[in-house]
């Protein structure tokens, strides 16, 4: 039957978006910065450009700093970065797609297990799996809300700050009336906490002497004194996690690691290749008597930073200095384990209603 006026077409038309959002699944993308598309040059210097062309990356007069990139720094990593990619290659793809693309289904089936009718998927700030990709998948399904939660535990302007970007750039376009929800950190949250020292306790944390190198992604210096709470957060994690270690003072640190440019002097420090030479020499010298256990915290997931950076260049540092490489412990990430799930399931509770 035909409406009789614009007002009728209005109310049924709220009515309609009232009843899709009380019965359609809640929506959830999980957030991250992403992967080239395949372990070959070429496809690495494509996602490369679009991730050092960010403007929340670019250290540089901008013209400066596209002229560095596309004539200096490209044309090596490109070759570089792909044969490292390829060591890393899983059957399924890239280490973080694989991981987060899993995690996304457990965590889907723990909130329906919950009680909570969900749709989980995957968006990424540069590649494939975009974030425009997981919206439109989410609006497809009918979702009645859509929730927004990078994977970084602990926030900041140039990695965090990317995703809300991508995020309000997309939105927008999507004609997609229902609420949204961005959580900016979980770095406190005591689910979290609680699971990377259970990864630590797990990798055989606890004998005496042992000490703890947890290592963080750098940001430039530059965000640090324009406000970046990053590293403030992560000193709030890291002594959180410390206490439900019981690990002593002075048995612990936290260091940096993957700088760009040719100014590291530019970025958070300190870096960890500097820190583990030092470790070494002091177990070396009798002064270190445990073990080191590095972790990364801040990775919900395997990365090339965590599966090539950490056995071929960090721990050879450490070793360079005199440390016995046996006594060099490497903690995983999350990746797509209970804890991580569980770490997931409770960050979306408090910090969003609707799921």
Known sequence: ?????????????????????????????????????????????????????????????????????????????????????????????????????????????????????????????????????????????????????????????????????????????????VPTAFVDHYGDDRIYCESVADTIRAAGYGEPGDRILFDFHSIPLKDRRAGDTYVDQIRASVEEIAARLNAPAGSWAICYSSVFGPHPEHWMGPLARDVLPEWGRAMAAGQLTGRVFFTTPGFSADCLETLWDIPHELKPAFTDGGGDPERFITVPPLNDSDCAVNTFLHVLRHHVPDV
């Open 1 to 177: 039957m035909p409406f009789e006026n614009e007002s009728d077409r209005a109310d049924e038309r709220e009515q309609m978006r009232s009843e899709a959002q009380h019965n359609g699944p809640a929506g959830v993308i999980i957030a991250n910065t992403g992967s080239p598309d395949a372990p070959t040059p070429e496809a690495v210097y494509s996602y490369l450009a679009e991730f050092l062309m960010d403007d929340r990356i670019v250290q540089l007069p901008r013209w400066f700093w596209k002229l560095l990139v596309t004539k200096a720094i490209l044309p090596k990593r490109q070759y570089t970065s792909a044969q490292r990619y390829r060591a890393v290659w899983m059957d399924e793809g890239s280490p973080l797609i694989v991981y987060e693309q899993r995690l996304a289904a457990k965590l889907e089936r723990a909130l329906r297990a919950s009680g909570c009718e969900a749709r989980v998927r995957i968006g990424m700030s540069y590649g494939q799996h975009s974030l425009a990709d997981a919206c439109r998948q989410l609006k497809e399904e009918g979702c009645r809300s859509l929730t927004v939660l990078p994977a970084y535990p602990q926030s900041a302007y140039c990695i965090t700050g990317s995703v809300r970007d991508s995020f309000q750039r997309t939105f927008p376009a999507m004609n997609w009336d």
